[in-house]
């Protein structure tokens, strides 16, 4: 599952996306984590949590608590060409 495409939401407020996201929010929590995607709970579908506690964040400004975020079909944009291996 996770080495495969999600598959994008065609209906972001739909019920099927809200018990969705109310699923992963209760795995969430009950992991401790600050972040989850759909396809990590079996679900093959472009949504992901995240949230931040304040005792999680750090001192760096940009670093702050974030509360309990859900992004559906997100899309990620390099910054530039550079790449790291880690």
């Known amino acids: 599952m996770l ?11 739909g019920d099927d996306v809200r018990a969705l996201i109310d699923e992963m929010t209760a795995s969430l929590a009950e992991a401790g984590g600050i972040g ?3 396809p990590q709970i079996g679900i093959g579908r472009r949504v992901v949590l995240i949230s931040v506690p304040a005792a999680r964040s750090s001192n760096d ?8 975020t859900a992004l559906i079909n997100p899309a990620l944009e390099p910054l530039d060409d550079r790449r ?3």
């Not at 080495?3 to 407020?13: E, G, H, I, L, S």
């Open 36 to 38: 989850l995607a759909a």
């Open 61 to 68: 400004p940009e670093d702050g608590p974030l509360p309990l």
């Open 3 to 13: 080495r495969q495409v999600a598959a994008p939401v065609d209906d972001p407020t």
């Open 84 to 86: 790291m291996l880690g």
